[in-house]
């Protein structure tokens, strides 16, 4: 079965950078991408950025201004979240979902991971 | 940007009783392929999200045959037939129009009266 699992919680001081994994599972790698989502505490959902589990073409949310890096591991099936520079508006739980490979499709957001909680606070 | 708005940010409902949540999209989701790209998406407290609806009105698998989902170009809707204990939670619709970049509604936060 599909699965998407997140490595575990965060606490950062404002200023220095986290990297979250999403070891994914049950599906071939290269034929779908993967979405990364954050909640801020009682806020909605927001997209930060996607990446192809083919080619490691990205794409990220303008909103971040160039602090977010996706990567990806093809030999574990893995993708790697860091987000830099931090500041206390980034405490969120983030969350990796599966998405499609190069234009929409009924992959996105199918499956989800079940997040990691970013405490950013001195 | 697309801007979805969600009616209502909060629903009270008795149990058994029907539901009804709207989403409004500032700009059309028929995509140049012909697919609507409008997801409906439960997050129960304390969960990861859980896509319930694809494509305006497809269900996803294991998803109970109360909630469906319909509506066209910039106006949608999500209906719960009746509602159980286990439907408590907050529902977003998303547009996967302009994909990858994700846009969610502000979320509607379903409750027992």
């Known amino acids: 079965q599909v699965q998407l699992v997140q490595s575990g919680a965060e606490v950062k001081k404002p200023g220095a950078s986290v990297k979250v994994s999403c070891k994914t599972s049950g599906y071939t790698f290269a034929n779908f991408g993967v979405s990364w989502v954050r909640q801020a505490p009682g806020q909605g959902l927001e997209w930060l950025g996607w990446i192809s589990g083919y080619n490691d073409n990205t794409i990220h949310s303008p909103k971040l201004q160039g602090r977010l890096t996706v990567t990806t591991d093809t030999s574990t099936s893995t993708v790697y979240m860091e987000l830099w520079s931090l500041r206390s508006d980034d405490t969120a739980v983030y969350y990796c979902?599966?998405?499609?490979?190069?234009?929409?499709?009924?992959?996105?957001?199918?499956?989800w991971g079940q997040g990691t909680l970013v405490t950013v606070s001195s | 940007d697309v801007v979805m708005t969600q009616s209502p940010l909060s629903l009270p409902v008795t149990l058994g009783q029907p539901a009804s949540i709207s989403c409004r999209t500032s700009?059309?989701?028929?995509?140049?392929?012909?697919?609507?790209?409008l997801n409906w998406f439960q997050q129960r407290p304390g969960q990861s999200p859980r896509r319930l609806i694809y494509?305006?009105?497809n269900r996803d698998s294991g998803v109970p045959d109360r909630f469906s989902g319909s509506g066209s170009g910039t106006d949608f809707t999500l209906k719960i037939s009746r509602v159980e204990a286990e439907d408590v939670g907050v529902y977003y619709c998303?547009?996967?129009?302009?994909?990858?970049?994700?846009?969610f509604g502000q979320g509607t936060k379903v409750e027992i009266k």
């Open positions: 700009q059309s989701l028929v995509s140049s392929d012909g697919n609507t790209y």
């Open positions: 494509n305006v009105s």
């Open positions: 979902a599966r998405d499609g490979i190069a234009v929409a499709s009924p992959g996105m957001g199918d499956y």
């Open positions: 998303m547009q996967g129009k302009h994909w990858p970049q994700w846009t």
